[in-house]
């Protein structure tokens, strides 16, 4: 989608929650250059805390308080088990903001019940936002209005690209696939640079080679307009190399193996929905 450029200055962001992915949205807005007196956030942790403020220069505070009725938007990025207790502690304060929630497998519905708000969109990240590559689903509840979408595709678009779905139930599969999805490839470069090593390459030629295959082949798989079974068939002589190693996964497999983790994962991702978003 194409980022939307609109006027942010009345926009104030509390952050509930200052890990990984608060970090990553919040490197991305000062980017863009959100003053950092529009951002602030509640991070029980002292470490982390202190993390924040060196990193970004922003307002952080250790519980919720009334500060936080500024927020325009208050973004929920505490992980699904700490959710219900952190809306607890914040919910009294953030009545008026748009909320954006980034929590895996908790349900809109149950994020209305704890907020007392219908205004809720929710995303599913990754962590190459962190250096602006991000992809991001999101789902809006139907009171979230053209303008609360708006305002959350101003944030996410500063970590990179972004789609939305008609379906909530969409988001499991979303985060099985690229929310779970950068694992899965630091998997696979890791058993790359395993093999290169085994078969006689130092680990840092092996590391080159592998990061630099992922990241060519994706970029050929962005650019070209045939889709992937195209592009793997011209890599795969016959008889040859690639034949071989094709062949022993096909007899291993391993595609199937792996279609059946993502399917764990969307699994995972709906009894997390159920375990720690029971009212
Ligand atoms: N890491 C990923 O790859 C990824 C991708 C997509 C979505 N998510 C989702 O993002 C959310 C956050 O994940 P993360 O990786 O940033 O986790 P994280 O552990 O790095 O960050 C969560 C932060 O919440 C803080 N916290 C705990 N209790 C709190 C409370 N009561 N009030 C405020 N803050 C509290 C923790 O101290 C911690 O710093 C999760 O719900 C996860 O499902 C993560």
Same mark, same amino acid.
């Given at each position: &989608?194409?980022?939307?450029?609109?006027?942010?200055?009345?926009?104030?962001?509390?952050?509930?929650?200052?890990?990984? &992915?608060?970090?990553?949205?919040? #490197? #991305?807005?000062?980017?863009?250059?959100?003053?950092?007196?529009?951002?602030? %956030?509640?991070?029980?942790?002292?470490? *982390?805390?202190?993390?924040?403020? *060196?990193?970004?220069?922003?307002?952080?505070?250790?519980?919720?308080?009334?500060?936080?009725?500024?927020?325009?938007?208050? %973004?929920?990025?505490?992980?699904?088990?700490?959710?219900?207790?952190?809306?607890? *502690?914040?919910?009294?304060?953030?009545?008026?903001?748009?909320?954006?929630? =980034?929590?895996?497998?908790?349900?809109?519905?149950?994020?209305?019940?704890?907020? #007392?708000?219908?205004?809720?969109?929710?995303? &599913?990240?990754?962590?190459?936002?962190?250096?602006?590559?991000?992809?991001?689903?999101?789902?809006?509840?139907?009171?979230?209005?053209?303008?609360?979408?708006?305002? =959350?595709?101003? =944030? %996410?678009?500063?970590?990179?690209?972004?789609?939305?779905?008609?379906?909530?139930?969409?988001?499991?599969?979303?985060?099985?696939?690229?929310?779970?999805?950068?694992?899965? =490839?630091?998997?696979?470069?890791?058993?790359?640079?395993?093999? #290169?090593?085994?078969?006689?390459?130092?680990?840092?030629?092996?590391?080159?080679?592998?990061?630099?295959?992922?990241? @060519?082949?994706?970029?050929?798989?962005?650019?070209?307009?045939?889709?992937?079974? %195209?592009?793997?068939?011209?890599?795969?002589?016959?008889? @040859?190399?690639?034949?071989?190693?094709?062949?022993?996964?096909?007899?291993?497999?391993?595609?199937?193996?792996?279609?059946?983790? &993502?399917?764990?994962?969307?699994?995972?991702?709906?009894?997390?929905?159920?375990?720690?978003?029971?009212?």
């Amino acid at each position: &989608m194409t980022p939307q450029t609109t006027d942010s200055s009345n926009q104030h962001i509390a952050f509930i929650g200052g890990g990984n &992915m608060a970090s990553a949205i919040i #490197g #991305g807005l000062l980017k863009r250059g959100l003053p950092a007196s529009q951002i602030q %956030v509640v991070e029980p942790f002292a470490e *982390q805390r202190a993390r924040l403020a *060196q990193q970004f220069q922003i307002e952080v505070s250790e519980t919720a308080g009334a500060s936080l009725a500024r927020a325009t938007l208050a %973004v929920w990025a505490v992980k699904p088990q700490t959710f219900r207790q952190a809306a607890e *502690q914040s919910r009294a304060h953030t009545q008026a903001a748009l909320h954006l929630s =980034v929590a895996a497998g908790i349900r809109s519905s149950t994020i209305a019940g704890w907020l #007392g708000t219908e205004r809720v969109v929710r995303a &599913m990240p990754n962590t190459p936002a962190l250096i602006g590559q991000g992809m991001t689903a999101l789902f809006a509840r139907p009171a979230a209005s053209a303008a609360d979408r708006l305002a =959350v595709e101003r =944030v %996410v678009q500063t970590t990179g690209q972004y789609l939305w779905l008609d379906e909530e139930a969409q988001l499991d599969a979303v985060t099985a696939l690229s929310g779970s999805g950068p694992a899965y =490839v630091f998997y696979f470069i890791e058993a790359m640079i395993e093999a #290169g090593t085994d078969m006689g390459l130092s680990r840092e030629q092996a590391q080159q080679l592998a990061v630099g295959t992922f990241a @060519g082949a994706s970029a050929l798989a962005h650019e070209a307009t045939e889709p992937p079974e %195209v592009l793997r068939a011209r890599v795969t002589s016959k008889g @040859g190399t690639t034949y071989a190693a094709l062949t022993s996964m096909e007899q291993d497999g391993i595609k199937e193996k792996f279609m059946q983790a &993502m399917h764990a994962a969307r699994q995972r991702a709906s009894e997390m929905g159920d375990e720690f978003g029971a009212a």
